[in-house]
């Protein structure tokens, strides 16, 4: 196979009727000199090179080798010319350049030893090709050019396999943006860079013998683009192949030896309907992206692609399911989205591992994603925004998972299959029809679990295997009962916010024993309205980094945690029923400490083992507080706040705070003695602020 440098020469087009030259190199050493007028003999005729059709005209026409003036016969080409066509050329075989039009015979060349043919030129866009002769010889008859190449026009075909026996290499990319760049390449079997088809191109038949492109292929927003035949050699395309925006393009037929992609596919934009021509495509390696094809009709034509990377299917409006993905088995992520008329899944039966994430959202009439229970591998799987899903009822031999959301399907009534008993998140957000979670009971371990907006679900039952998790968030649903969480034996975290409990039954109902939390655990319980106790929770913890007990308006105690000594930030605030902190009893120390707002309590007992409270200690807005028994051991504390307590009248069983960092602040206690504030700032040696306080009382 030769090799076609990057420079390539080609012969110009002469005007119809011109003298023929003679040969540069004759073997006599004499120089050629041009035609003059014919003269009467037999010359021997050069032989013709051999002419490729042309691929487009207004109909056939004789390609540019000139026939002999006398004694020889005319070139090969079809059509009547308006004047005769020229002879060939002497010297070296060069490849020839398309004919304007046939016609008659050209002028003689000078007289000397019959010549040789040229070899036959490329394609010509309205004629064929014409050959071009070679050298003249010293003495002898006329020689005439070569033959005329064969016939262009359309009704020229593609390149036969003895032409692309000696089709070239091209190195190096190549870019056509109108049909003329093509026609006037030599016939290639291999590209060493890129292709660029782009814009103005009608048709591909000169790429006839293309094999393997090393680098990418883009086909794109060609306008009178109607077939891609012309690549039906093509099987590999080392790059990204990108077909978009040809709104001439019906199918894909012409692709049909093509075996591998080594990046990306992108079918984007334009006229498909269908995806047939690609029956020979197995693998893709980095992307395949089937988007906004807006007449597609299915996704037939994939039929033996085994393995891709990101499969993605997107708002492409008329397919109805995925059939098309029969035999693939693997691929680095799953993406269907957007797409108004699907209504299953079915299509992807042999698919089982899907290393990256399952991405299911957005697609109004889907009713089922039944059809991903043949995975048994996927990082992630997204199911969200498919309005008319009904249940997710994925059933399988089981399946390992990582994160898992199921969120804003605003028909969904169920998770009735999910076969996984290792998740990382779960969350379940925002499925306002959502009554059960009964898929979930094989899911014994967890990294998180979010039940979150759910407005519907009342119960966690489908949660019953639940052991181990990081973090359990329920939040804005009216759940009324913790049952659901029974096997649940270790956790770092709990979260219980706007739900319709009442208490904390099911906390801590593990067989093992207590629920567990981890060191630098946390617990949180806000704004549960019907929440009356806690003190059905059984938990033992060291150390937390945040506890939260804030507007549960009918609380009336804290939940208590076994061996919890330390903690970061803890709030106590708005819980309107709340009348002791006994809970607490254990606390040694904390980042810090705010009971603000719980009217109903009296005093703090329950701090009882407290000696640090870290960078604040704020006593604010508690109604019936009178006094801070509770605090006898508070040794260290940078800054003590108490604003608001109508009834506080008594802070002197602080006698053992010996370390306050900061300052006092004491505002608004109107039956507060100041002179107790300044007795306890002299003791530390720190300042204060006082206002609002009672200032008539003297301290003994």
Not at 393 to 408: E, H, N, Q
Not at 620 to 649: K, M, Y
Request: glycine content about 16%.
């Amino acid at each position: 196979m030769r090799r076609l440098p990057r420079s390539i020469v080609l012969v110009g087009v002469v005007a119809a009727g011109s003298i023929g030259c003679g040969g540069t190199k004759p073997l006599d050493g004499t120089t050629s000199k041009t035609g003059g007028v014919p003269t009467t003999g037999t010359g021997n005729r050069g032989s013709g090179g051999q002419g490729v059709n042309g691929s487009g005209g207004a109909g056939p026409g004789l390609g540019s080798g000139g026939a002999i003036a006398s004694g020889g016969t005319p070139g090969s080409g079809l059509g009547p010319g308006s004047s005769g066509g020229q002879p060939g050329s002497g010297g070296s075989e060069l490849s020839g350049v398309a004919g304007i039009s046939g016609g008659p015979a050209g002028a003689p060349g000078i007289a000397g030893r019959p010549g040789r043919g040229g070899a036959g030129g490329a394609a010509g866009f309205f004629g064929g090709v014409g050959g071009i002769g070679s050298f003249a010889g010293a003495g002898g008859q006329m020689s005439p050019g070569g033959a005329g190449g064969g016939p262009g026009g359309q009704d020229g075909g593609p390149p036969t396999a003895a032409d692309c026996a000696a089709a070239v290499t091209w190195n190096g990319g190549l870019t056509a943006t109108v049909q003329q760049t093509l026609d006037t390449l030599p016939l290639i079997s291999e590209v060493t860079g890129s292709v660029f088809i782009n814009y103005g191109v009608s048709d591909l038949t000169r790429l006839g013998c293309l094999r393997t492109i090393d680098g990418s292929l883009q086909i794109n927003d060609n306008y009178s683009l109607s077939s891609l035949n012309g690549l039906q050699s093509l099987q590999t395309v080392g790059g990204d192949l990108s077909i978009n925006g040809n709104y001439s393009l019906p199918n894909l037929v012409g692709l049909g030896a093509l075996r591998s992609v080594g990046n990306s596919l992108t079918i984007m934009g334009g006229a498909l309907a269908s995806l047939r021509g690609l029956d020979s495509l197995a693998s893709v390696g980095s992307e395949l992206i089937i988007e906004n094809n807006q007449q597609l009709q299915s996704l037939d034509g994939l039929t033996v692609l085994k393995t891709a990377g990101n499969v993605t299917i997107y708002a492409n409006p008329l397919i109805k399911d995925l059939t098309g993905l029969g035999d693939l088995a693997q691929a680095t992520g799953l993406s269907v989205m957007s797409n108004a008329s699907l209504t299953t899944l079915n299509g992807i039966s042999s698919l089982q591992s899907v290393t990256g994430g399952v991405v299911i959202s957005g697609n109004a009439s889907l009713g089922s994603v039944a059809a991903l229970g043949s995975i048994t591998n996927a990082y992630n799987l997204d199911i969200e925004q498919n309005y008319t899903l009904g249940n997710v009822a994925i059933k399988g031999t089981g399946i390992a998972l990582g994160d898992v959301t199921i969120a804003s399907n605003l028909s969904l009534v169920s998770v009735d299959a999910l076969p996984a008993t290792t998740i990382g998140n779960l969350t379940i957000d925002s499925n306002p029809a959502l009554t059960g979670l009964e898929g979930l009971a094989g899911v014994t371990t967890a990294v998180q679990v979010t039940v979150n907006n759910s407005i519907a679900l009342q119960d966690l039952e489908g949660l019953r295997s639940l052991e181990k998790v990081q973090l359990v968030s329920i939040q804005s649903s009216p759940i009324t009962t913790l049952d659901g969480l029974r096997s649940l034996a270790h956790v770092t975290g709990i979260e219980i916010f706007q739900t319709r409990i009442s208490d904390l039954h099911g906390l801590g109902m593990a067989a093992t024993g207590p629920l567990v939390f981890d060191d630098s655990g946390w617990f949180m319980l806000s704004t549960n309205p019907l929440l009356t106790t806690a003190a059905d929770l059984d938990a033992q913890a060291s150390t937390f980094t945040q506890l939260m007990v804030f507007e549960n308006s009918r609380l009336v105690d804290m939940p208590a945690f076994a061996g919890l000594t330390n903690a970061g930030t803890v709030d106590i605030e708005n819980n309107n029923r709340l009348a002791s902190l006994k809970g607490l009893a254990g606390l040694m120390g904390a980042d810090s400490i705010a009971i603000n707002n719980n009217p109903r309590l009296t005093d703090l007992t329950g701090l009882d083992q407290l000696t640090d409270s870290g960078y604040l200690l704020a006593v604010e807005t508690d109604a019936s507080l009178v006094s801070l028994h509770g605090l006898e051991n508070l040794v260290s504390v940078e800054s003590i706040q108490l604003q608001n307590n109508p009834e506080l009248d008594d802070i002197t069983m602080l006698t053992s705070l010996t370390n306050l960092i900061g300052e006092i602040s004491a505002f608004g206690n109107a039956l507060l003695p100041t002179c107790q504030v300044a007795a306890l700032a002299d003791q530390t040696g720190r300042p204060y602020y006082a206002s609002g306080n009672d200032d008539l009382t003297v301290c003994q």
